[in-house]
């Protein structure tokens, strides 16, 4: 599967403060990154899919405002969360789609996700 | 009704039983399913892909997919006190993106 990274792991920031997460695949050039998040006992909640070279896709209700995706190169995608709040808080995790072995068959790999803290 | 519905749990199993994890999914156009097992305060692990009706074993992991009744599930046998952990069902959806159900969690008692 795909190897993926994101830094920082864990960030505590003060109300108000913009906070950028990185997202890198290391061992594939990938297109099309996904960024979730996760607030506790809950499911993974897609935000939005981050484009190689053009605009992401938010899902309905994440504000694009808010939530700032930069997908610059094939392996590297950001997110910054901008005047962040205690409400933002929770689990960032991003992933990438890689083959599985079949045409059109792709599956999802997951970073190790950052943490974010606003007091 | 949601889209990807799994049991909450937890469940809880002996050490060397069989764990069985259950998933319906509401989208009949669905072609890929995955298990993803994750452990407390860490992200998801991918451990099973299906796309096909029938069984597919990987180890002592065997994922069931029933298009027809649109119910998918996975079987852990003989397992370990390190089989502990939430498990995600996710379903693509006609639009491409994974669903993810609530999540299973599962205790294996030594």
Known sequence: GAVVSQHPSWVICKSGTSVKIECRSLDFQATTMFWYRQFPKQSLMLMATSNEGSKATYEQGVEKDKFLINHASLTLSTLTVTSAHPEDSSFYICSVEGLAGGPSLTEQFFGPGTRLTVL | ?110
């Open chain 2, 1 to 110: 009704q949601k889209e990807v519905e799994q049991n909450s749990g937890p469940l809880s199993v002996p050490e060397g039983a069989i764990a069985s994890l259950n998933c319906t999914y509401s989208d009949r156009v669905s072609q890929s399913f995955f298990w993803y097992r994750q452990y407390s305060g860490k992200s998801p692990e991918l451990i099973m892909s299906i796309y096909s009706n029938g069984d597919k074993e990987d180890g002592r992991f065997t994922a069931q997919l029933n298009k027809a009744s649109q119910y998918v599930s996975l079987l852990i046998r003989d397992s370990q006190p390190s089989d502990s952990a939430t498990y995600l069902c996710a379903v693509r959806g006609g639009g491409g993106k994974l669903i993810f159900g609530q999540g299973t969690e599962l205790s294996v008692k030594p």
